[in-house]
C-alpha cells in the first residue's frame, strides 16, 4: 500500500511507534520510533530481521493471533496490553491501538497499528502496589497484602489438606516505651524488632506482616498445631535479647497469640481474629505470655465486653458509691484518716469486685471519668463531714497510672477543690505502683506541682514493684502503705516479718510515714507495733461503711477504739 509522501514523513517522525500488517500478519512498515524501541537502528533493519508480527514480535503467540483474528472481526482494538520481543531478547510493555482497513493497492485487508511504550507507567503501577501492600516504616508486607496472602494461602491448603499456623505478636506496653524513649527510637524498635522476625522466619513458606502500630503476625505453612508451643518459646527468647537504639539496650516482651487452619478457621479473616483474641487474653496474664486460641475463648471476649457495657450504664445511672475504711494510729491514739473505696453495686448482679472491673474501665478508657468522679465526690464527703462537725482527718483517694498521665489531671483536681470550697491540706493521692511504667520526668512533673498545693502523697501497695525503692529516692512521697499481702502472714512468716520490719526501718529513716494494710488479728497488730509501726488500717478495726453511715457512727467507732474511760489508752 503506498502512502503519500507527506503521510510517510510524519509517522517515521511521530513520537509513538507505528506499525502496518498484511492480513496474514507479516509486517510491512514500521516507523523509526518503533524500531528504536525495540533495539533496532532503523526500520529497514527492523523489517530484515523481524517477519511475522505473531511468530517474531509478540512474545505471547497466542495472545498474538487473538490478536489479529479480533481485527478481522472487529475492525478495531484499543488499548491492548502486550509484550513485544527486545532485539536483545528482552521484553518491552507496550499498550497497542490497530484498526482494520482496506489496501488500496489490492492486496485485501491490511492492519495499522499505534504502539506505546508502557514501560514507565508499568514502573509506576509497581511502585503503587509496593506503596499499597508494604508497611513503609519495616518494609514488610501490610495488613492488606498480608490478609491477601492469608486468603490464598488457605484456599489452597483447602485443596491440599494441608495445615497453616497463624502467630499474632504484640510488644508489651510499647506505648510506654515510647513515651520513655521517643516516638523516633520507637520507630527505631519496630525496625529491630521486624528484622528480628524475619531472620527468625527465613522461608518463603513463612510469611511475616506488620498489621498496626506494635501488632506483627506470622503465618506457617505446612506447620502442625502441636509445634506451636516450641516454635512460640523459641521466638519469645529471641525476643527478649535487647534491642540497642542509641546506645542503649532496650529489653522487650511480646505476648503472642496462635491459630492452627484448619481446626481454629479456614477463613483468612476469621483466622486471624481467633490469634488475635488469643493474644488478648495472654496479654491478660502477664507479658511474655502465649496462648494457642480454643473454643471457649470468644466467652471470655463477650463477658469483657458485656462488662464495658455494664459500666458505662453504671456511670450514666450513678451505680457507684464510696465507702470509707479508718486508719488509726496506735501511738496518738487517733483515727487519722480514711481511705475512699469505690463501690459499684450491679442491679442485676449485686456488688462486682474493683478487681472486676477496674482493669476493664483502663483498657476501654473508662478510668478518667471514673476516676474523676471519685475524686469530686470525696472532695464533695469531705465538706460534709467538717460541716457535721467531725475532727479534721485525711481523706485517701486512690490514683492509677493511666490517671496520673493525663495532661489535665492539675485542672482536674484544682476543679475538685474549687467546687468543695477546701484546702488541699488534707487529701491525699495514693499512688498505684503503675506510676513506675510512667516517664520519670512526667511523673516527678506531677507528683510536684501536687505537693506544692498541699496534697499528701502515699505509695499503695508497697513492696510488690520491683523499683519502689529507686522512686522513694526521687518522688516528693509522704508516705508508703504496706501491701497486705505481707501483713497477712507476719505472724507465721519469719521472711514476710523480717521484710516488713525492713521496710518500716528503711521508711523511718528516710523520713516518711509508713501504715501497714491489711490487719485482720491482734497478733498481727502487736507485731506491727512491736516492730514500729503504729499507724494501720484493716477489718480489725473497722469494714469499710458507706459515707453516711461512717459520718454517724464515727465517734462509736473512736470510742470503742480509744475509750475514754481508759484515759486515752487504747483498748487494743
Known sequence: MEAPSGYNHLLQE??????????EGRILDVNSRLANMLGYRSPREMTENV????????????HGRKLLLALKTRKRKHGVEILLQHRDNGSLPVRLHAVRTQDKGKRGWVFEGMVEDIRQLKEKDRTIQAMAFTDTLTG?????????????????????????????????????VCNAVGLIQGDQVLKKLADRLREFFPSPWQTVGRLQGDDFAVLLTGSRGEEAADLTAELQR??????????????????????TAPDHGIEGETLLGNAHLAMNLAKEKGPGTALIFCRGMDVAIREKKEMEFRLRRALRNDEFSLYYQPQVNLANCQITGVEALLRWKDPERGFVSPE?????????????NLGEWVLNTACSHRRQWLEKGLPSIRFSVNLSGTQLKQPDLMEIVDKALSQSQLPAEGLEL???????????????????ALKRRGIGLAIDDFGTGYSSLHYLKHFPIDRIKIDQSFVRDIVTERDDAAIVDAIIAMTRSLGLEV???????????????HQNCHEMQGFYFCHPLPFDEMCHTFPCIKNQLF??????RPLL
Not at 511521530?14 to 492480513?23: C, K, N, V, W
Not at 506510676?435 to 506531677?446: A, Y
Not at 501504715?515 to 507495733?529: H, Y
Not at 475509750?563 to 486515752?568: D, F, L
Request: glycine letters at 6%; charged letters at 25%.
Open 14 to 23: 511521530a513520537p509513538f511507534g507505528f506499525f502496518r500488517l498484511s492480513g
Open 51 to 62: 517477519v511475522s508480527f505473531v511468530d517474531d514480535l509478540v512474545i505471547d503467540s497466542t
Open 140 to 176: 514488610l508486607p501490610n495488613r492488606s497484602f498480608f490478609l491477601r496472602q492469608l486468603r490464598n494461602i488457605l484456599q489452597d491448603l483447602g485443596k491440599s489438606n494441608m495445615s497453616a499456623t497463624l502467630l499474632y505478636l504484640d510488644i508489651h506496653r510499647f506505648k510506654d
Open 238 to 259: 529471641t525476643l527478649e535479647a535487647p534491642f540497642r537504639i542509641d546506645g542503649r539496650d532496650l529489653f522487650l516482651t511480646c505476648n503472642i497469640g496462635v491459630a
Open 356 to 368: 472486676s472491673f477496674i482493669p476493664i474501665a483502663e483498657e476501654f478508657g473508662l478510668i478518667r
Open 430 to 448: 495514693e499512688l498505684t505502683e503503675s506510676i513506675l511504667m510512667v516517664p520519670k520526668d512526667l511523673t516527678l512533673k506531677t507528683l510536684t
Open 515 to 529: 501504715i501497714a494494710e491489711g490487719v485482720e488479728t491482734r497478733d498481727q497488730l502487736n507485731l506491727l507495733r
Open 563 to 568: 475509750p475514754p474511760s481508759e484515759g486515752n
